[in-house]
Structures are given as C-alpha cells and as structure tokens.
C-alpha cells in the first residue's frame, strides 16, 4: 500500500505532463509548417534591407546589401520575392524576381543592368549558394514541407526558449541528408538548425541571433522577426552574418511590383 | 543633330538632377510608409556616382600580323574609367543614367572618351518613357541575335573586353507600356548606329573588297522616313514567357557596292533596308529554362535576292535549353539556324571569284559555366561549332574576385575552321588570349 501511494505520488506531477503531450502534441509536419509561416511567410507583405556580410575562416569580408520585397497570394500559399542589389559594384542594380509556388518550379528572372536584359532563370539551382554566401536560395525563400520526413525528437530549451527538436530527412537526394532544427514553441521561429552530410557529421549550422517583434503598417498586428542570422560551414570556417533592417510588414505592396517592370525600374519607392 | 538630341538628353538629366536634389528637403512629400517606419535619420544623397576602373590586354598569338596593322601582337591594350552618374526623384518617376568612359588605347597611342549610356527617364502610370542614348537587348539567345536588332560591337568581344561591351547604346526613344494582360515597348531610333565589326589593323577577316583604294561608308541620314523603329509586345501565356517582335531599320553590317566591277577605284559600303519581324517563347522545363525563337530577315532592297551586294533575305531560328547539372554548376545548349530565301538568285548573281554561302547555315553552341570557393571563382567556356561551314569558335575563360571590388579574369578565343571566308573561319589567324583587371567603386 505505502509503495503503491508512493509511486502514484512521484507518477502524480508526471501524468498529466504525458497526457497533455499526447494530447496536444501537434504532429511534426505541421510544426514545420507553422514554422515556415512564421519565418517566410509573416504579414501579407514585407519589405527589408539585408546585409550579408560572408566571412572567410581566416577573417576575409563580402558584403552583399540588398532589399527584399515579398508578398503573399492572397488565398493561396503563393508568393512574390523582388530582390535588389545594393551592394558590391559588379551585382549594383542588379535584380531578382521569384514567383514561388509550393506544388511545382518557381518561376524566376533575373536582370542584368549592364547590357539592360531580362532573362528567366533555372529553378532547379535552390540548394546552390546565394550570391556566393553560406545560404542557399531555398534558404532565402524556403524549403517546400513535403519535400522532407519531419519528426519530432524531443522538447528541450534552448536559451530562454522551449524547443520543439524537429528531424527532417529530405525525401529525394540533396547534399544534406538531415536536418535538426530547434524550433521556438511560443513563436514557432527556428532558432537553430544543424545541417548533416552523409558522414553524418554537422555540416551546416544556422541560428537565429536576435528576434525583434516587428509591428506591421496600421498597428493591428505584429510579427517576430529574426533580424540577425547567421549560417555556418563548419567544415571550412566560412560563415554568413545576416542583419535585416527597415523591416517593415503589411505595407500594401501591390502585385504589380512583381513584375518584368520593376527589374528595369525598380520602384524607388521601396527599395531606398 | 545628333549632338543636339544627346544635348537634349544631357538637359533633361539635368532637369531631373535637380529636381532630385531640390527634393532632398525636408518639405518633400513622400508616401514612403516604409521610410516612415525607418528609426535613422541619415542624410540622402540624390545623386550616386559610382565606376570602375579596367584594364585590358589582349595578344594575338598566331603570331601573324594583319598587313598595315597597329601594335604589333597586341590585340588590345587600354585603361578605361567608368564613371556611372545617376539619380531619380523621391517618388522615383524621374530618374536619368549616365555611363560615360574615358580611357588610353595604348595601341593606337590616344586618349578617348564614349558615352555607353546617357539616358532621361520619366514613368506615368503604365508608361516608361526613356530618351537618349541607352542599350537595349531583346530575345532569348546566348550570343545568337535573332530579334535583339540593336547594335553590337564583335570587335570588343572578340578582343576580350567584358561582355557588356557586346553591346552598344542606340540614341533614339523608348516607350514602355506595362498593363495587367499586356505589355509593350517601342523604340524609335532617328540616328542610325551600325555595329562595330573587327578593324583590320587588329584582326584578321575575310573582305573582299578591302584592296579597293578608296572606302566609303554610306549611313542612313537622319530624318523621320528613316528612322528605325522596333516594337516588342510580351506577356507570360500560361507557362511561356511570349514575345512578338517587329523592326523597320537596316542591316546593321554593311554591303559593299564597287564603283566598276572589273577595275574598281571605289567602294562603298552601305546599310540595306531591313524589316525583321520575329518571336520568342521561354519557359521553365525539367528544372531548367528552355528557349525557342524565330524571325523572319526582309531584306527591302533586294527581295528578289538578285543583288550580290545586299543579303537576301533570310529566317532565323533559335533553340535552346539550359539548367544546373550540381551545385553551382550549369550549363547551356544552343541550335541556331539561318536559312536564306532566292538561294537560286543568290547564286546566279554572285561575282565570279566569290565564295559561295550554303542555303543553310546550322551553329550548335554549348556553355558551362562552374563556380567555386563562394563564387569567388567562375570558371566558363563557351563553345560555338557550325556542321555547315565546318567552323568553330571557343571562349574559354577564368575569373577570380580577390576582394568585392577587386577582379581579374583570364580568357581567349579561338577561332578556326575549313575556309578562311565563313563566319569564324574568317577569324582563324586572329586568336587571341587577354586578362582583365577590374576595379568597382
């Protein structure tokens, strides 16, 4: 009897824990997806100004600077990403337009000032490096959720933050074979990832450095941003530092801005 | 006349300057809500200037050297600046460009200027309106033109200048339009610009003409009967990126007319009339971007393609397809085809001694290009092989960026083939390999 009344007091405090974590556990998919909302896809629009400085195992600086505009489809997940080059002198004017859609290839062009040209460009190239940084385009854009298995590790904080420690293995080769990413349960933002070669061993790592909650245009919402990121090889040493400022949400971006238009004449407007 | 339209367009830039600079008051309304949400106060400058400077070498290394030719082996050997000056007001609806060069040709001992661009710009609801001196490129090929009908400089390419120098500005006017289902731009062109062909103090090529004493060049004069106009209308149709094109202009190489065909004194070259009219399709397929355009060459002046000084006129067809095959990796396959109408007329007037053209002439092309160490590193050839007139051309060439504004390139071109009269073998005794040094500011 003493034993018994014992072990229900130590099971006491744990049972309910066990229960709600069965209960409302939410599946690992759909963490990922709520993570990628809040990390790509915040607000109906968005606008900022991104810095990327890359950085040699031996202190060597780049530094791209860039504005980003991006806006959702409305009703669909869908989106538009207008980039453009600030930063350095051979990519100055320079300009990216990309129609993401999750199901298939996105649609993407390219502007070329120096000989005044619009040419589309491959979609396949979303695990190549972005402008040369740690980062890839799928990085920049992000990773459609079925193109992985998602599981859920385990919960653990990390910081001041409790974690969902979520395992994603890409379902089709890539020059990653899992991921590990430890995802923010309140904003649901990553706040760190691993990325593992086919050794196994940590190849990439990305965390989120600092998180600002940006209120978007007319006051009514506001939006967790990660303004400082960094990506690192940890094989070479070579890291990318990513500082996101004038962020700004809901602005009203028109669709028209995301077109061939805007490549030859950017609008001035946002990209200042 | 000229001179006074690039004045007009130097005027309205400077228009535009001002008003951009007037604008950087505090008074100037904006509905920049994103400026508004910016915490910084930092002062803006209206105007940017920015640059590079470049230095260029190129060595022939055939060894041979064209008769009366400059520089010895040298092919190319100049130090450009760059200066690239330009603005727009706050709202952004006026803005102007100006891209002007001032370099030393160290083979020809002399000091020049050349205004690549120099435009004024103003938008107003869907229009674009762009006046002055601006590069304009059209169509989908690699180093293939079909519809881009506007001007081009081979000698800077095949001397191993950077690829924008491919290009020259056209000093006319362009109207862009950009609806919701439709999108249009015309170019009217007053003052004709042809392209730059290889010098023959520097390259060798096949003209045969060119022992004629007396050379004489017959532009198009200025006036609104002849004065080009090109328009382009383009949508994205389901997955395809379509254009429709249509020119009435000139050939932009000349024909050459003899004074007297048995013992010619004069000859004189001159840009035939020319319509062209065309279209292009682009669309993502496989993980990669594949391309097919086509256009129709009218040659005004000589339709019947009796006239052994005109081309005749001809199609043009185009079909490619590129993608990444690895990481920073990708590479690009062209079919280019030019097929001549009147082949029988063409043939009955040929000049006895004159190379004969096939009706057909078929390049097949191929591009890699690798980039290594965080693309610090581009390693690229391009490849160009004709089955017809069994000639080649080839551009390899390496990159390196030592720091964001400093780079260095090393390349050649190659060129060969069966005969000395087609379109690369021409070139054969001109090969070349160059280095480049550039620096942005």
Same mark, same amino acid.
């Given at each position: 009897?003493?034993?018994?009344?014992?072990?229900?007091?130590?099971?006491?405090?744990?049972?309910? !824990?066990?229960?709600?974590?069965?209960?409302?556990?939410?599946? #690992?998919?759909?963490?990922?997806?709520?993570?990628?909302?809040?990390?790509?896809?915040?607000?109906?629009?968005?606008?900022?100004?991104?810095?990327?400085?890359?950085?040699?195992?031996?202190?060597?600086?780049?530094?791209?600077?860039?504005?980003?505009?991006?806006?959702?489809?409305?009703?669909?997940?869908?989106?538009?990403? /207008?980039?453009?080059?600030?930063? %350095?002198?051979?990519?100055?004017?320079? #300009?990216?337009?990309?129609?993401?859609?999750?199901?298939?290839?996105?649609?993407?062009?390219?502007?070329?000032?120096?000989?005044?040209?619009?040419?589309?460009?491959? +979609?396949?190239?979303?695990?190549?490096?972005?402008?040369?940084?740690? /980062?890839?385009?799928?990085?920049?854009?992000?990773?459609?959720?079925?193109?992985?298995?998602?599981?859920?590790?385990?919960?653990?904080?990390?910081?001041? @933050?409790? !974690?969902?420690?979520?395992?994603?293995?890409?379902?089709?080769?890539?020059?990653?074979?899992?991921?590990? @990413?430890?995802?923010?349960?309140?904003?649901?933002?990553?706040?760190?990832?691993?990325?593992?070669?086919?050794?196994?061993?940590? +190849?990439?790592?990305?965390?989120?450095?600092?998180?600002?909650?940006?209120?978007?245009?007319?006051?009514?919402?506001?939006?967790?941003?990660?303004?400082?990121?960094?990506?690192?090889?940890?094989?070479?040493?070579?890291?990318?530092?990513?500082?996101?400022?004038?962020?700004?949400?809901?602005?009203?971006?028109?669709?028209?801005?995301?077109?061939? &238009?805007?490549?030859?004449?950017?609008?001035?407007?946002?990209?200042? | 006349?000229?001179?006074?339209?690039?004045?007009?367009?130097?005027?309205?830039?400077?228009?535009?300057?001002?008003?951009?600079?007037?604008?950087?008051?505090?008074?100037?309304?904006?509905?920049?809500?994103?400026?508004?949400?910016?915490?910084?106060?930092?002062?803006?400058?209206?105007?940017?200037?920015?640059?590079?400077?470049?230095?260029?070498?190129?060595?022939?290394?055939?060894?041979?050297?064209?008769?009366?030719?400059?520089?010895?082996?040298?092919?190319?050997?100049?130090?450009?600046?760059?200066?690239?000056?330009?603005?727009?007001?706050?709202?952004?609806?006026?803005?102007?460009?100006?891209?002007?060069?001032?370099?030393?040709? #160290?083979?020809?001992? &002399?000091?020049?200027?050349?205004?690549?661009?120099?435009?004024?710009?103003?938008?107003?609801?869907?229009?674009?309106?762009?006046?002055?001196?601006?590069?304009?490129?059209?169509?989908?090929?690699?180093? /293939? /033109?079909?519809?881009?009908?506007?001007?081009?400089? =081979?000698?800077?390419?095949?001397?191993?200048? %950077?690829?924008?120098?491919?290009?020259?500005?056209?000093?006319?006017?362009?109207?862009?339009?950009?609806?919701?289902?439709?999108?249009?731009?015309?170019? +009217?062109?007053?003052?004709?610009?042809?392209?730059?062909?290889?010098?023959?103090?520097?390259?060798?090529?096949?003209?045969?003409? $060119?022992?004629?004493?007396?050379? &004489?060049?017959? *532009?198009?004069?200025?006036?609104?009967?002849?004065?080009?106009?090109?328009?382009?209308?383009?949508?994205?149709?389901?997955?395809?990126?379509?254009?429709?094109?249509?020119?009435?202009?000139?050939?932009?190489?000349?024909? @050459?007319?003899?004074?007297?065909?048995?013992?010619?004194?004069?000859?004189?070259?001159?840009?035939?009339?020319?319509?062209?009219?065309?279209?292009?399709?682009?669309?993502?397929?496989?993980?990669?971007?594949?391309?097919?355009?086509?256009?129709?060459?009218?040659?005004?002046?000589?339709?019947?393609?009796?006239?052994?000084?005109?081309?005749?006129?001809? =199609?043009?067809?185009?079909?490619?397809?590129?993608?990444?095959?690895?990481?920073?990796?990708?590479?690009?396959?062209?079919?280019?085809?030019?097929?001549?109408?009147?082949?029988? +007329?063409?043939?009955?007037?040929? %000049? @006895?001694?004159?190379?004969?053209?096939?009706?057909?002439?078929?390049?097949?092309? $191929?591009?890699?290009?690798?980039?290594?160490?965080?693309?610090? =590193?581009?390693?690229?050839?391009?490849?160009?092989?004709?089955?017809?007139?069994?000639?080649?051309?080839?551009? %390899?060439?390496?990159?390196? *960026?030592?720091?964001?504004?400093?780079?260095?390139?090393?390349?050649?071109?190659?060129?060969?083939?069966?005969?000395?009269?087609?379109?690369?073998?021409?070139?054969?005794?001109?090969?070349?390999?160059?280095?480049?040094?550039?620096?942005?500011?």
């Amino acid at each position: 009897m003493r034993y018994t009344t014992l072990s229900f007091m130590l099971l006491m405090p744990v049972l309910p !824990c066990i229960h709600a974590f069965a209960q409302n556990k939410p599946a #690992a998919t759909e963490i990922v997806q709520k993570s990628q909302e809040a990390f790509y896809y915040s607000g109906n629009d968005m606008k900022s100004n991104v810095t990327m400085e890359l950085i040699t195992a031996d202190g060597k600086k780049r530094t791209r600077v860039l504005t980003m505009l991006r806006r959702n489809d409305p009703g669909t997940a869908n989106q538009k990403y /207008f980039l453009y080059f600030h930063e %350095p002198g051979d990519v100055r004017r320079m #300009a990216f337009l990309v129609w993401k859609y999750p199901e298939k290839d996105d649609d993407r062009w390219i502007f070329i000032p120096a000989v005044n040209m619009v040419r589309r460009v491959a +979609a396949k190239d979303s695990r190549s490096s972005f402008v040369g940084s740690d /980062f890839t385009y799928e990085d920049i854009s992000g990773r459609d959720v079925p193109a992985d298995t998602h599981t859920l590790l385990r919960e653990e904080r990390l910081g001041d @933050a409790d !974690c969902y420690v979520i395992q994603s293995v890409p379902k089709a080769a890539t020059e990653y074979t899992k991921k590990l @990413a430890w995802i923010d349960k309140k904003t649901f933002l990553p706040l760190k990832e691993e990325y593992y070669d086919a050794q196994n061993q940590l +190849a990439r790592l990305f965390t989120a450095d600092k998180i600002e909650n940006v209120a978007g245009q007319g006051g009514k919402k506001s939006y967790q941003t990660a303004t400082k990121r960094t990506m690192k090889n940890v094989k070479s040493g070579h890291r990318t530092d990513v500082t996101i400022t004038r962020v700004a949400y809901d602005i009203g971006l028109d669709d028209g801005i995301f077109s061939e &238009r805007s490549l030859q004449n950017p609008p001035q407007q946002w990209i200042k | 006349m000229k001179a006074t339209f690039l004045l007009l367009s130097v005027a309205l830039t400077c228009l535009i300057a001002s008003a951009s600079m007037a604008q950087d008051g505090p008074a100037a309304p904006t509905s920049d809500v994103a400026n508004s949400a910016q915490t910084g106060k930092e002062k803006k400058i209206p105007v940017e200037i920015h640059g590079f400077l470049l230095g260029d070498v190129a060595v022939r290394t055939t060894g041979e050297r064209p008769f009366k030719g400059e520089g010895g082996n040298f092919v190319l050997g100049e130090g450009r600046l760059r200066l690239d000056i330009s603005g727009a007001t706050r709202s952004g609806k006026g803005y102007f460009v100006t891209k002007g060069d001032t370099f030393y040709d #160290a083979i020809a001992k &002399r000091f020049a200027g050349e205004l690549r661009e120099g435009y004024a710009g103003y938008s107003r609801g869907p229009l674009d309106l762009r006046l002055g001196r601006q590069i304009i490129t059209w169509g989908v090929g690699d180093l /293939f /033109f079909v519809n881009d009908v506007f001007p081009k400089d =081979w000698e800077s390419f095949f001397s191993g200048r %950077p690829m924008e120098y491919l290009k020259r500005g056209v000093d006319g006017a362009r109207i862009r339009y950009s609806g919701s289902s439709l999108n249009a731009e015309i170019v +009217a062109v007053p003052f004709f610009t042809p392209d730059s062909l290889p010098s023959a103090k520097r390259f060798f090529f096949f003209d045969p003409f $060119a022992t004629v004493r007396n050379q &004489r060049e017959e *532009k198009p004069a200025v006036g609104a009967a002849n004065t080009e106009v090109a328009l382009r209308v383009y949508r994205k149709l389901a997955e395809y990126d379509v254009s429709v094109y249509a020119y009435r202009g000139y050939w932009r190489s000349p024909g @050459a007319r003899l004074d007297n065909l048995a013992a010619p004194t004069t000859a004189t070259r001159f840009y035939p009339e020319l319509s062209v009219y065309g279209l292009s399709a682009q669309r993502g397929f496989f993980e990669g971007v594949f391309s097919l355009e086509a256009g129709y060459y009218d040659s005004r002046q000589d339709r019947s393609g009796r006239d052994a000084a005109i081309p005749n006129s001809q =199609w043009r067809v185009l079909a490619g397809y590129q993608r990444e095959l690895a990481q920073d990796f990708t590479a690009g396959v062209q079919v280019y085809g030019e097929i001549m109408n009147d082949y029988r +007329a063409y043939r009955d007037s040929l %000049p @006895a001694g004159m190379p004969q053209q096939d009706r057909f002439r078929g390049v097949v092309s $191929a591009r890699l290009t690798r980039m290594l160490k965080y693309q610090t =590193w581009t390693l690229s050839l391009f490849a160009a092989y004709s089955p017809t007139d069994n000639d080649y051309f080839l551009q %390899p060439e390496v990159s390196h *960026k030592l720091t964001d504004n400093l780079g260095v390139s090393a390349g050649a071109n190659i060129f060969g083939g069966k005969s000395e009269t087609t379109f690369f073998g021409q070139l054969n005794r001109s090969d070349n390999v160059f280095f480049r040094v550039r620096y942005d500011f």
